[in-house]
């Protein structure tokens, strides 16, 4: 986070990458915990998902766990937090009013603040708050947009990414294997590839 910033660095761009995708992976570790799939031991899985939300964006691990399961559940319809209807930048921006709460903002604002005393604002800005606002837009788009826009003629409401591990893997943990994510909730992330067929 001390790091000299240079922007005709291509390394910059790379690390940016790398930490979105991380982030990526940190909620992708959340989510699974929310499908108990962390830890076979409940309080353990709680735990680790808790931690995983707060240090995500500081969401409620509860909170988050509800609406996803309600997402499962009434997948497509007027009662699922994730649908919304309209364009992707509507939809994008209805699912994070869905999640975001104003006390989430000031919390993180007052946690960049202060970290300010120890790590440059631009360090901050570059590898923590851009990398986690793209991390939201790579689990939105590949994670819902993709799989649950328009319709779907069976019975998840949901589409899936053709097989292509390495590629799966880059884009969204494999949750661009979204049917199976549906028809299978307790595969963890790192074996819903074995449940891709085509």
Request: glycine share 4%; net charge neutral; charged share 10%.
């Amino acid at each position: 986070m001390n790091w000299e910033v240079n922007f005709k660095n291509p390394l910059l761009y790379a690390l940016i990458l790398v930490q979105m995708h991380l982030y990526t992976g940190l909620f992708i570790t959340a989510h699974d915990a929310m499908h108990s799939t962390v830890s076979s031991n409940p309080k353990l899985n709680k735990l680790i998902g808790q931690i995983c939300t707060a240090l995500y964006a500081c969401f409620p691990f509860s909170s988050l766990y509800t609406k996803h399961h309600e997402h499962h559940q009434y997948v497509h319809t007027e009662k699922d937090p994730d649908y919304s209807e309209g364009n992707f930048f509507i939809w994008y921006l209805n699912f994070i009013k869905q999640y975001l709460t104003w006390w989430q903002v000031v919390l993180m604002a007052l946690i960049f603040n202060l970290l300010k005393i120890w790590v440059p604002e631009l360090n901050l800005f570059l590898f923590w708050v851009l990398p986690s606002l793209l991390s939201t837009i790579q689990l939105f788009y590949f994670g819902t947009w993709l799989p649950h826009h328009g319709e779907h003629a069976n019975k998840h409401q949901s589409s899936s990414q053709r097989k292509n591990h390495i590629l799966a893997f880059l884009t969204c943990y494999f949750f661009g294997y979204h049917f199976e994510h549906h028809d299978s909730p307790g595969t963890p992330w790192w074996r819903l590839w074995e449940l891709k067929n085509s």
